[in-house]
């Protein structure tokens, strides 16, 4: 396999995504934390129904059944970093005496380089329909997909879990995927894996408008991954 790419790689983390299909898979490489691992029932009269919990009495919050957070936003449209909120809850806390919130939150990539996650300057209380057991929230700034773990801190308390962040192609893209009956599918195939030893996430390989501009050329194949998007030109081997 010969290829020429419109793009200079670099190298990242993560992990590859069947060619032609969404991610939706956890890599074995990263532990999520799941519900069943950590069961915890929050203490009446705190929301108890509907979510996934972790944590004590002292400190909990909901996670994910899946152990993934997929298609989280941008804060602003110039803005790379990814943005999620997180809802905790601590047994007594009382917004009137403490406001805002002793609670900090950190997080670190597990799977590769990266910086640290980012919070809002302090977190705020909140509640829905009972203001005497209330939340706390804070908002977070995620630099890149991949592995990481959150960790909350309160009044002594630690309480870390670990998720898997990802951004799946769309519905509209996919309709664009990479057949097994592509001429060049194979080597689509060895291309991605060779990105995954060099720490891509490939989101997933969709076909190219560029099948047909060198002479000889075998086919072409658009990457889209965590560090940009590149067609790859797939000429024969001399």
Known sequence: M?????????????VLMPV?????EVPDTCPVTKPSDHPFTPPAPYPSVGSSWIGSEKLWTNVTADGIWNGLPHYTADDSRFRQKLFWWSEG???RSENPP????TGERLDGPA???????HANAGWTNDREHPFMVTGIFI???GCWRITGRYKGEELSYVVWVLQECSSNELL???KPDDPTYADSINLANMLLDRGFIVKCVLQSKMVDTFEGQTGAAVFKTD???FDALFLPTP
């Open 2 to 14: 010969r290829l020429l790419t419109q793009a200079v790689l670099t190298t990242a983390c993560a």
């Open 20 to 24: 032609g299909s969404q991610a939706s």
């Open 93 to 95: 806390y009382d917004w």
């Open 102 to 105: 002793e609670l900090t939150v």
């Open 115 to 121: 910086p640290h996650i980012t919070a809002d300057e």
């Open 143 to 145: 630099p890149t997909l």
């Open 176 to 178: 664009a995927s990479m």
């Open 227 to 229: 560090h940009g998007d």
